[in-house]
């Protein structure tokens, strides 16, 4: 029986008929040859039990092997601050999920002798049996106080400096709420984002996240870090190769992918006693394997698992930055001076940078919400803001493509800069012999603009404060020479809207202040026919918004609506700001 | 001091699941499906083994159970129809006695160094097919090749191990 192959009388089809026999199953007539064969044969019948032992044996080889790399791997990860951690100290440890399986299918005692025996393949190291005492860590969950649509399974919480993917197009999610479907791509900085159900997941960009339930999401690519509260149910993180099921804890994921290569390291920080199963991963083919507490696991490009190490956390921060708490001693907030800041930043960090030709996105400190076109149906202010309806007032047209700026349109089609101050650009900005200084907020045709009165206030310990939003020179494109249509024809409105969650404070369109109306809990401005087309137009002609904005307020809205239909050009609110009014104590300071 | 009949069972039975594990593994045909089936052998051996008498070989013994327990998993629990004969069965069963335990422990050594030997390509399949048990469709999936050809790749992997199993033999004069 040793001498395999030795004996030429078995034929060549029916040896590879007994080999296919264990890989692939064979047809009803095949099965019958394949019988006949044995039981006339003896030598077929013989080649078929060495055959079936041979892959026995190779089963048994291969499961003692993976049990012997996990006996070495917990006995050498028992004096876990002698070991470094780098990931520099990968174990070759293959899958060890199937050598469990493996023991589970013998009878514990059974198990235990062939344990004891080391499996007489030569592991001569024996079970370590580590005891640990703890309970699982408790999580507190990321506190939720939107009342919004339960279609927002998340939102974006905190970023970082963070950079979009230029690929992004609309560039930023519309609303900080995120919806099944809806992906995240960042090029750099870092984003927090925040299911309902308390699970946060931080993205290291750069990185590619899409939100696929209202508790799961799949890492295309970068690094993540995820905590998960005690008491949810298993969190579901999606990979190009497979899927982890993450019960409480705190988890890290790098996502590599190119052409050449994917691969998938998952991190247990904690989760349950050490060396306790915390999550599973599942391949794309089915195979599962029980990931523990201290572990970082790196799986190969087909969903194997490659090598296992300590986990270091360092690259996976569980928090946010947090920015420090300063009071803002300025009097005026320029509002377009928000674009370039992270909604980790303080208001006087805030105030004090500034980049030309920023983009409000609702990754930036104050913006709520970016509407680019669809303003001819209800929109949302906010995503926890109430509901508008522009369309008596010329909100309708096609979405433009570019997103509000600070000093300039942003178009990505155009990207003409454009001033809002009423100064030629000229070649000051181009030879950076101008010295930059915040000038306002450029918006095109029906688009939407919210910013969020309640973070800005945070960021500057401004909490009570009564404000003013004023623009002195507001109106169409400003500037720069338009094209000649629009020249001629452009025609936009221009509304204020300072609303709370529940209800519109106040409203002004092209300066003026106007009623509004609710009708089936959607607000529309009050306008007769006249007033709503009136609009603004090409030249010199500006209006001034002085809006007051009461500490009760929580968002303050910008709309530009296209009023002709073929023609549409930008508007801007030259020097968009709020001013603060003095407070209680220092106007009675001033008094005296 | 005597032995007590849980460790003599658990001796006996590590000592000879290797070979039990082969010869359910001709009868199912399928990896899982044999370790079901070794799992449940073991517990009716475990049953009976008061009946078992010590003075007689183990092996045959627990192989009549095994063919028993196969028979059983296949009438209620296979996952193909196609199933061979008790006759042949009992043949495969005396096959498989006649192989000489200790012969088969040397094997495992020696498969164990020709393992190493393998071309990485051809260690990933077998990574593939016996340390993570996919299928040979699972793994024509994988690399994105045909089933037949994985089907074939294995078989010839596999005749090469046997091959290098028995010069390694041959050269240590097991035979």
């Given at each position: 029986m040793n001498d395999f192959n030795s004996d030429k009388s078995v034929s060549v089809e029916i040896r590879k008929l007994i080999h296919r026999s264990f890989d692939d199953s064979l047809n009803e007539a095949e099965f019958e040859e394949l019988q006949l064969a044995l039981k006339t044969d003896r030598k077929a019948r013989l080649l078929y039990g060495e055959i079936a032992q041979f892959h026995a044996e190779l089963v048994a080889t291969k499961q003692a092997v993976a049990l012997c790399r996990e006996v070495q791997h917990e006995y050498q990860s028992v004096p876990i601050d002698s070991q470094p951690r780098s990931f520099k100290q990968w174990l070759p440890v293959k899958q060890w999920r199937r050598l469990t399986d493996a023991i589970q299918y013998i009878p514990r005692r059974t198990a235990a002798s062939l344990l004891a025996a080391g499996l007489g393949l030569g592991c001569a190291v024996g079970l370590v049996a580590s005891t640990f005492v703890g309970g699982a860590p408790e999580f507190l969950p990321v506190p939720w106080n939107w009342s919004v649509g339960s279609d927002v399974v998340a939102r974006i919480e905190m970023t970082h400096d963070v950079d979009w993917q230029?690929?992004?197009?609309?560039?930023?999610?519309?609303?900080?709420g995120l919806r099944v479907g809806e992906k995240v791509r960042i090029d750099h900085g870092l984003i927090q984002i925040a299911y309902r159900n308390g699970v946060s997941t931080i993205l290291q960009g750069p990185a590619v996240y899409e939100v696929r339930s209202e508790n799961g999401g799949k890492l295309f690519s970068g690094k993540q870090s995820t905590t998960v509260p005690s008491g949810n149910a298993n969190f579901l993180l999606e990979t190009s190769l497979g899927k982890f099921q993450l019960g409480p804890g705190h988890f890290g994921l790098t996502a590599e992918h190119s052409a050449a290569f994917r691969r998938v390291t998952f991190y247990g920080f904690s989760g349950g006693r050490p060396r306790a199963p915390s999550a599973q991963f599942e391949s794309s083919f089915g195979v599962t394997s029980d990931l523990k507490t201290g572990d970082a696991v790196q799986f190969d490009d087909i969903g194997l698992v490659e090598h296992v190490a300590m986990a270091s956390i360092g690259a996976f921060p569980k928090q946010m930055p947090q920015f420090k708490p300063e009071p803002f001693v300025g009097d005026t907030i320029h509002l377009g001076n928000l674009f370039d800041d992270s909604k980790a930043a303080s208001l006087s960090d805030a105030m004090r940078s500034d980049r030309y030709n920023a983009a409000a996105e609702t990754i930036d400190l104050g913006v709520a919400a970016v509407h680019d076109g669809g303003l001819d149906v209800d929109v949302q202010l906010a995503e926890d803001g109430v509901p508008f309806n522009f369309s008596n007032v010329g909100g309708g047209g096609a979405r433009v493509g570019g997103l509000p700026g600070n000093d300039t349109h942003r178009s990505i089609a155009v990207a003409i800069p454009i001033r809002t101050t009423g100064d030629l650009l000229g070649h000051h900005i181009a030879d950076g012999s101008l010295p930059k200084v915040e000038e306002g907020v450029g918006i095109d045709s029906n688009k939407l603009l919210t910013f969020d009165l309640q973070e800005i206030r945070e960021a500057g310990q401004l909490q009570g404060r009564t404000m003013r939003f004023v623009s002195d020179r507001a109106g169409m494109n400003d500037r720069e020479f338009p094209l000649d249509g629009s020249l001629e024809h452009a025609h936009a409105n221009m509304i204020v809207i300072v609303s709370t969650e529940e209800e519109v404070l106040s409203a002004y369109l092209n300066g003026e202040e106007v009623s509004v109306v609710e009708h089936t809990g959607v607000f529309s401005l009050d306008v007769d026919e006249e007033r709503a087309t009136r609009g603004v137009r090409y030249g010199d002609e500006f209006v001034r918004f002085d809006v007051p904005v009461p500490p009760e307020a929580r968002f303050l809205s910008f709309v530009s609506t296209q009023l002709e239909s073929e023609h549409h050009d930008h508007t801007v609110f030259s020097g968009a700001r709020l001013e603060i009014e003095p407070s209680d104590a220092a106007a009675n300071a001033t008094h005296d | 001091m005597m032995a007590s009949a849980e460790d003599t069972f658990a001796d006996l039975f590590s000592t000879h699941q290797q070979r039990l594990f082969g010869y359910i593994l001709g009868l199912v045909r399928n990896t899982s499906d044999a370790q079901d089936v070794l799992q449940q052998t073991a517990v009716t051996a475990w049953q009976k083994f008061g009946g078992f008498d010590l003075d007689t070989e183990f092996f045959p013994w627990a192989v009549t159970i095994a063919r028993y327990e196969a028979l059983n998993f296949m009438k209620y629990r296979r996952r193909s129809r196609l199933c061979f004969d008790q006759e042949l069965m009992e043949q495969l069963g005396e096959d498989a006695c006649e192989v000489s335990g200790e012969v088969a422990e040397v094997r495992l050594a020696a498969l164990g160094e020709c393992l190493k030997k393998l071309p990485a390509a051809d260690s990933k399949l077998i990574e593939c097919r016996y340390t993570h048990g996919l299928s040979s469709l699972q793994i024509a999936d994988v690399l994105e090749r045909s089933q037949p050809s994985v089907c074939n790749s294995l078989r010839r992997i596999r005749e090469n191990l046997m091959r290098c199993i028995s010069r390694s033999l041959s050269q240590e004069c097991v035979l």
């Open positions: 230029s690929m992004e197009n609309p560039e930023t999610p519309a609303t900080r | -």
